[in-house]
Nanobody, 124 residues
Framework: QVHLVESGGGLVQAGGSLRLSCAAS????????MAWFRQAPGKERQFVAS????????LYADSVKGRFTISRDNAKNTVYLQMNSLKPEDTAVYYC?????????????????WGQGTQVTVSS
């Protein structure tokens, strides 16, 4: 099990930027595939971005491609989500997730560790 703590959420105007961070407790952080998901009120949790254990492979939802960038620093046990050109429809609670099977995937059930989430609100 790995404990995940997200930070960096907040209120931003449309067109602005935020960078989310997810700090992991696990010393073997580089054994995990990592991802970000988000959940808006009344909606299903949806995939945002995923990154391989070494950082060489990434996967993005079509809705964020070209605007969001996922990255990781294994020396700091941290994964990041840089969000640019934010839109009101990006408003959601953003969750960090870790996969012990090292997948790069947009499928929720592939991830067995989840953080508590951080709120991102984009005003129009």
């Amino acid at each position: 099990q790995v404990h995940l703590v997200e930070s960096g959420g907040g209120l931003v105007q449309a067109g602005g930027s935020l960078r989310l961070s997810c700090a992991a407790s696990e010393r073997t952080f580089n054994n995990y595939g990592m991802a970000w998901f988000r959940q808006a009120p009344g909606k299903e949790r949806q995939f945002v971005a995923s990154i391989s254990w070494g950082g060489s492979r990434t996967l993005y939802a079509d809705s964020v491609k070209g605007r969001f960038t996922i990255s990781r620093d294994n020396a700091k046990n941290t994964v990041y989500l840089q969000m640019n050109s934010l839109k009101p429809e990006d408003t959601a609670v953003y969750y960090c997730a870790a996969s012990s099977s090292r997948v790069v995937s947009g499928i929720k059930r592939e991830y067995d560790n989840w953080g508590q989430g951080t709120q991102v609100t984009v005003s129009s």
